[in-house]
């Protein structure tokens, strides 16, 4: 079992006194038989009424209001979990999922239909025509297996680029700009997963690591495939693998949109200043 903390500063000024709207928080990591929580602390200014509740994706949410006017918004998460994914490839999957083509149990489709995509891309596709070259039909490979180069090649065609701009980039863009943000990876190996027929959904959390020219402290964004007999299982072609103790979920998606860690609005002039801090400590 591994202790990390997480401190999350959130920090708005704006250009004169504003109204607050209601701001939807995503902050609070997902807890399951891998990840306790062990404290959390949540302090905003101005003072805000905070109701807490379970999305559709059972992701934790808190809805914070206020009353008074502000010049400045401040969102400080305090977090201490216990981490027990100590060894992310210890899982074992169905047989019949073992080796890749495989299909997904008639009871489990509806629940999965979702997040295997729309329309089925055809050949000509920029994404479909680069998945064809990771996999090709009549191939013996095995699913892990599979995901695992898909996850590498990611990593190998996208130069990671920090990306302030808010949303994430169409996976055709990202495949033929080279370069792209943790989310804009997470969500090229998402679709090209689909393509392969498989049920995938993004991630968004944190993710502990040495500090370095490409990592001060900042949110982070990854993929999970769902697996039959295993669950719901990380792939992060940002650094090229699996997802493993240093990494923790706060929210999924079927949508990579769909779970920014802070979102909100306001009534008054326009301009606002954001400054975001995020550290992530061993314990």
């Not at 805000?48 to 401040?74: G, Y």
């Not at 920090?162 to 969500?187: I, K, N």
Request: proline fraction near 6%; hydrophobic fraction near 45%.
């Amino acid at each position: 079992m591994q202790r990390y903390r997480i401190l999350h500063r959130t920090y708005y000024t704006f250009s004169g006194e504003v109204q607050l709207g209601p701001h939807v928080l995503r902050l609070r990591p997902r807890e399951h038989h891998e990840l306790r929580i062990e404290s959390a602390t949540l302090v905003i200014t101005p003072a805000a009424t905070l109701r807490w509740h379970r999305d559709v994706e059972d992701n934790s949410v808190a809805i914070a209001t206020f009353e008074v006017a502000a010049t400045q918004l401040a969102i400080e998460s305090d977090v201490v979990i216990q981490q027990f994914n100590a060894a992310p490839l210890d899982f074992l999957v169905d047989d019949r999922a073992v080796d890749y083509p495989f299909a997904y149990a008639a009871e489990d489709q509806p629940v999965l239909f979702p997040y295997m995509g729309g329309t089925p891309r055809s050949s000509s596709d920029p994404l479909m025509a680069w998945v064809e070259t990771i996999w090709r039909p009549g191939e013996q490979i095995q699913t892990y297996a599979l995901l695992q180069r898909l996850c590498v090649s990611i990593h190998e065609r996208v130069a990671y680029r920090m990306r302030e701009e808010p949303g994430v980039q169409d996976a055709a863009a990202t495949l033929g700009l080279g370069t792209g943000s943790c989310r804009d990876s997470a969500a090229l190996f998402i679709e090209a997963a689909r393509c392969l027929g498989l049920a995938a959904r993004f991630v968004s959390g944190y993710l502990q690591a040495e500090p370095s020219a490409f990592n001060y402290g900042s949110t982070h964004a990854w993929a999970e495939v769902y697996l039959p007999g295993a669950g719901w299982k990380g792939f992060d072609p940002s650094i090229g693998a699996m997802a493993g103790a240093q990494h923790i979920a706060v929210a999924v998606a079927r949508l990579p949109e769909s779970v920014p860690p802070v979102a909100g609005s306001y009534v008054g002039a326009p301009g606002t200043d954001l400054n975001v801090g995020v550290w992530v400590s061993a314990l």
